[in-house]
């Protein structure tokens, strides 16, 4: 009935020795750091010496990975089973750190001191948007070059657009080539080259404009940070450079992660479809969060009708006894205001009062022991039902918008992972996605 | 607007202009993300960056929509403030503006940042304001604070100049009661967590929060004792009686046999695991209703829309908020209080324009106080949109 996709197998990604790093990429709120966790503990425990570079976690998530603090350093993951040789590390980017570090590295300590108390270089490095996916590339790069890890799980960081990550290494390129910044950092040398008099016009123009805008002492900030990074740049981008052609080598996966919701999968279907123009090699989708049913025969259409039914009756029979209907009343009062401040409850039950409710149902039990609750469990076969019917409807609903996915990429492979009630905040959390991400599969290899 | 990303901030922000456009209000939708997400739920082609009307309602209300394109805003502001045309365009060539909208991300949120509050400010030739609100759907939650406060940031840098100045105007509205930042959450333990933390950032940079507004709520489709049955342990004597007496209700139905093996007998067990899921649920959301009421601002709640949002759905939730602006001196939490006539506009705050140019964005912060008292401090947060909106018109 709905489309077929190639499953996605985990594990074989996973297990493949010639896999070192793996991309989790997709739009925000779609549990692109739980998956990328939840792979690094599952290749732990299959025997990879693993290390997972995170962005910006979840605080309680980031615990249960013993990441307590925001170190800039991969940090042992405690409570992971090493017997088949594995392990676990894990870190947070730190992107002011990553930034210093590299200036530390890559110059003189006189030059760096200038560059790190620079005003415009400290502003820059706190991190606007588009800092991180710079030091995401860095640190991925380093790591990489370490060699201490024989898998690299990167997850990217939350940008206002997914494929900024891919776009950092060839935006700080194109920067690079550009003129404005040769002119800044040395005026006279372009002038006195070929078309001296454009340039000259180009320079004045410049500089009176710049000076204009930015006032004076900005710019002298700006000339003094850019002429401090100019030997650092050149190395910089010879990285940036490097790590760009590490992703698309072979020992290099994405993994796109989605939620079954329109907007999720657009994003989704937009990065697969980059993916391909950049030549990087993609593994498949994970599809989060979808709902499912142990009762899916039953459709949403007949659950409600039976619902209904059930309802009736149970009103029918609250309605012939004095007492149910005294004690029952409560419960079919629907509309008010239930669930907390602001509640929404729509249908079958408004605020019950829980206290009568239950003496309702003791009461019935002394008395009359031999006779069931009836109207109780038939509103409770209802709740159920209409429970039932809702949970279809997201099914459906799910369905629908996974389809219109497979329908424009149907290569793709594919892993569904259920929706869970709350979030994760454990290895053992993790550990469940990572069976579900592998068909089911227990963790051992 | 912000919110933690997949909160539907996008949605929100559209539906929050919606309803102030069905006040009769002229609303500017700005969308800075390059995403396009306004024209997606708009149902219309992707915007070009210029201001265009999406909708309009009766009594002159209208909706004008702007995806801001940082590169063009950048001559455009260019051109605007220092009348650059050609140097703007040298600037171009040279990959000056490649370096300030990408290498120099800081800039990109000023110029961002300092496109909204022209509109803000802009005025008509009769000196009225353009727009009576503008509604920006802003960067996520975890960047909201950097964002809105670069220009404290750049001041700073630029110590002196138009830059200096220009910085500091639009700080003075981003900071004034004129505006408001509302935050998108679920009630989920990511979203929630993110929505606290950012509150405490904005509130430690003196930015003015608005409120919450909780999103995609699911409805709650069982009782409270019900709830309580489905969350016990289904091992438990009486669990199975009352699986018997469930399969039994479900057979009288009409969904089959309720013997053992039955097809209705099959259902039971199904149902009740959801049934349990389910009231874990009501139980997690439940705390999370608790954390957002103790941060003491208001909040609102829009239904999850079962098949997705489309335009009409987006019509939907604009009515839902309408309907949730709660008079002035309303407790903070308070849900019950909805249906109230409408005259409080404690979401209704997006910037309501009253200063004039830049030089006198001073009066537009101090402008607005509020003419009614106060009663609380909460009150006070929450009433001072109200005659900011409709201000020294």
């Known amino acids: 009935m709905s489309l077929e996709s190639p499953v996605l197998e985990i594990d074989p990604l996973l297990d493949d020795r010639k896999n070192r790093i793996i991309v989790c990429c997709g739009s925000g709120g779609v549990g692109k750091t739980t998956t990328a966790a939840a792979l690094g503990v599952r290749a732990a425990e299959r025997g990879r010496t693993a290390v997972v570079l995170t962005i910006d976690p979840a605080r309680r998530l980031a615990q249960s990975m013993g990441l307590t603090e925001l170190d800039n350093t991969p940090r042992e993951v405690a409570g992971i089973d090493r017997s088949a040789g594995g392990s676990l590390h894990a870190m947070m980017l730190d992107m002011k750190r990553t930034f210093d570090e590299v200036v530390v590295q890559h110059s003189d300590p006189e030059r760096a001191r200038a560059i790190l108390e620079n005003p415009f270089y400290q502003s820059l490095s706190a991190g606007f948007a588009g800092t991180q996916e710079y030091m995401a590339m860095e640190k991925l790069g380093q790591l990489r070059a370490q060699d201490a890890w024989d898998l690299i799980i990167v997850d990217t960081p939350p940008s206002r657009s997914a494929l900024d990550f891919l776009d950092a290494p060839k935006r700080l390129g194109s920067f690079l080539d550009g003129r404005f910044i040769k002119l800044l950092m040395a005026p006279a040398k372009v002038g006195g080259r070929a078309g001296v008099k454009f340039l000259n016009i180009g320079m004045s ?16 900030d700006i000339q003094t940070f850019v002429a401090a990074m ?20 072979p020992g290099t996966a994405f993994l796109v992660v ?41 459709t949403a259409e007949r659950a409600l009708a039976a619902a209904e039914e059930l309802e009736d009756w149970a009103a029918d029979e609250a309605e012939g006894s004095g007492e149910s209907a005294e004690s029952a009343g409560p419960g079919e009062s629907g509309g008010s205001a239930g669930g907390g401040p602001g509640g929404s409850d729509v249908a079958l039950t408004g605020k019950n009062d829980d206290r009568r409710i239950v003496d309702h149902g003791a009461g019935h039990a002394d008395s009359r022991q031999d006779r069931p609750d009836d109207a109780g ?35 793709v492979p594919m892993i569904e992972v259920t929706a869970l009630p709350g979030d994760v905040h454990d290895l053992e959390g993790l550990r469940a996605i990572g069976e579900e991400l592998a068909e089911g599969q227990p963790a051992a290899a | 607007m912000t919110g933690k990303g997949g909160t539907g901030k996008t949605t929100v922000a559209a539906s929050l202009a919606l309803a102030l456009a069905a006040e009769g209000r002229r609303v500017l939708l700005v969308e800075v993300e390059e995403r396009q997400g306004i024209a997606q739920l708009f149902e219309t082609e992707a915007l070009p960056y210029e201001e265009r009307r999406i909708a309009s309602a009766s009594g002159g209300g209208e909706v004008n929509a702007l995806a801001i394109d940082a590169e063009l805003a950048m001559l455009d502001y260019l051109e605007m403030f220092y009348k650059l045309g050609r140097a703007g365009r040298a600037l171009r060539k040279l990959g000056a503006i490649d370096f300030a909208t990408t290498v120099a991300p800081g800039i990109r949120d000023v110029l961002l940042t300092g496109k909204v509050c022209e509109a803000v400010r802009r005025k008509d030739k009769a ?57 998108v959450t679920l009630l989920e333990e990511m979203p929630v967590q993110e929505t606290m933390d ?36 289904s ?47 009501v139980v997690l959301e439940r705390e999370q209703r608790a954390a957002i009421a103790g941060l003491g601002l208001p909040v609102r709640e829009l239904e999850l829309l079962g098949d997705g949002v489309d335009l009409g759905g987006l019509y939907r939730l604009a009515d839902s908020l309408r309907k949730q602006a709660v008079p002035g001196g309303t407790q903070a939490a308070g849900g019950d209080a909805a249906q109230g006539p409408y005259d409080g506009e404690d979401l209704y705050e997006a910037a309501y324009p009253d200063g004039a140019g830049p030089d006198t964005a001073d009066e537009a912060a101090e402008a607005p106080e509020a003419p009614e008292a106060p009663e609380a401090p909460e009150a006070a947060q929450e009433g001072a949109a109200g005659p900011a909106a409709d201000g020294d018109l």
């Open chain 2, 235 to 281: 091992g438990a004597v009486a669990a199975g009686k009352r699986r018997t007496a469930v399969a039994k209700a479900l057979s009288q139905a009409g969904l089959g046999g309720a013997r053992r093996g039955g097809v209705a007998e099959r259902l039971v067990d199904p149902l009740l695991a959801q049934a349990h899921e389910h009231a874990q649920r």
């Open chain 1, 230 to 249: 100019d030997t650092m740049f050149g190395g910089f981008r010879t990285r940036a450079d490097a790590t760009y052609r590490l992703l698309q080598a």
């Open chain 2, 127 to 183: 000196g009225w304001p353009v727009y009576d609100a503008v509604v920006l759907d802003a960067p996520p939650t975890g960047r909201i604070t950097r964002f809105l406060n670069v220009n404290d940031e750049v001041a700073g840098l630029a110590r002196m100049g138009p830059i200096h100045n220009q910085a500091q105007a639009v700080m003075r509205v981003l900071k004034s009661p004129q505006t408001a930042i509302h935050l």
């Open chain 1, 258 to 298: 989605a939620a079954p919701e329109r907007d999720a999968l657009r994003e989704a279907a937009y990065f697969v479809e980059r993916l391909a123009d950049e030549d990087m090699p993609l593994a498949g989708l994970v599809l989060n969060r979808v709902h499912g049913s142990g009762a899916a025969q039953l």
């Open chain 2, 198 to 233: 950012g509150v405490a950032e904005l509130r430690a940079a003196g930015l003015p929060v608005g409120a919450v507004i909780v999103n995609m709520v699911r409805p709650v489709l069982l009782g409270d004792a019900d709830l309580a049955r489905a969350a016990e342990d």
């Open chain 1, 205 to 220: 123009m410049m500089t009176g404009t710049l000076n204009k805008v930015m006032g004076a002492s900005l710019l002298r």
């Open chain 1, 377 to 411: 469990t038939e509103r409770l076969a209802a709740g159920l039902l209409r429970l039932h019917a809702e949970r279809m409807q997201v099914v459906a609903r799910e369905r629908r918008t996974r389809d219109r996915f497979v329908s424009v990429h149907p290569e």
